[in-house]
């Protein structure tokens, strides 16, 4: 005769809510220990299931409740990203709409510069790399012709540099204002990616690469007046 099983002194099932809180904990976790940094994607959910233990709904769910918190950002067709450690993306996100271009211009402006000073300073080999794959991946969505897909690779170069210049605070805020970031870009394009609004990042990515942070801090500076859209 089998063994008899004493049910009340089994551990609780925890409630749906909870596996759901757990595993929103978890990811924060994750995300505030740098195992996935601001402007980086994020695991498939397949892989989330498979490293955290949980079913794919609360996997689903989690991961929806840091997206409706600005912690996340869901990309058609490219994956979810961190886009901030807080709260603080849709409150600038907010601030910084679509009737107020020349104001997002400015703050690209202001971080944008100080990335590219920093980047030249304190990129590493990983960094040039990324640089190299992302301004690779811009050429070619410019190629291609889609706006779309060109703002995505746009804001993804830009992205790059914020990385390599390794402040956490700044990569933080330079993400909170991400989807103004793209609208500007977007706004500029026109609905046609024409000849006349290409911009070349070449010089930025060098200057980086050659470690002149006054070199490209003007390159950085260059997009940002004339051409807002760069």
Do not use: K
Not at 110 to 139: I, K, S
Not at 168 to 189: D, I, K, N, P
């Amino acid at each position: 005769m089998p063994p008899s099983v004493d049910f009340a002194s089994a551990p609780p099932v925890p409630p749906r809510g909870h596996r759901v809180r757990q595993t929103i904990e978890q990811l924060r976790a994750r995300i505030l220990g740098g195992e996935w940094p601001v402007g980086g994607r994020i695991p498939t959910e397949p892989q989330l299931v498979a490293a955290l233990g949980v079913g794919r709904n609360t996997v689903r769910e989690s991961v929806r409740a840091l997206v409706h918190a600005g912690v996340l950002e869901c990309r058609q067709g490219s994956g979810t990203y961190v886009v901030s450690t807080d709260e603080l993306a849709p409150v600038v996100a907010r601030q910084l709409g679509d009737d107020r271009m020349t104001e997002v211009i400015e703050v690209r402006r202001a971080f944008e510069v100080e990335a590219a000073r920093l980047a030249a300073l304190r990129r590493t080999p990983e960094d040039l790399a990324a640089l190299d794959g992302a301004l690779a991946a811009r050429e070619a969505a410019w190629h291609g012709g889609r706006v779309d897909a060109f703002v995505e690779a746009d804001a993804a170069l830009h992205i790059a540099v914020v990385a390599a210049a390794h402040n956490a605070m700044l990569a933080e805020l330079y993400a909170s204002v991400g989807a103004a970031l793209r609208s500007t870009v977007a706004q500029a394009m026109g609905g046609a990616l024409t000849p006349e609004r290409y911009v070349d990042h070449t010089r930025l990515v060098e200057a980086i690469r050659a470690g002149d942070p006054g070199r490209a801090a003007i390159e950085a500076g260059a997009f940002l007046e004339p051409a807002p859209w760069a």
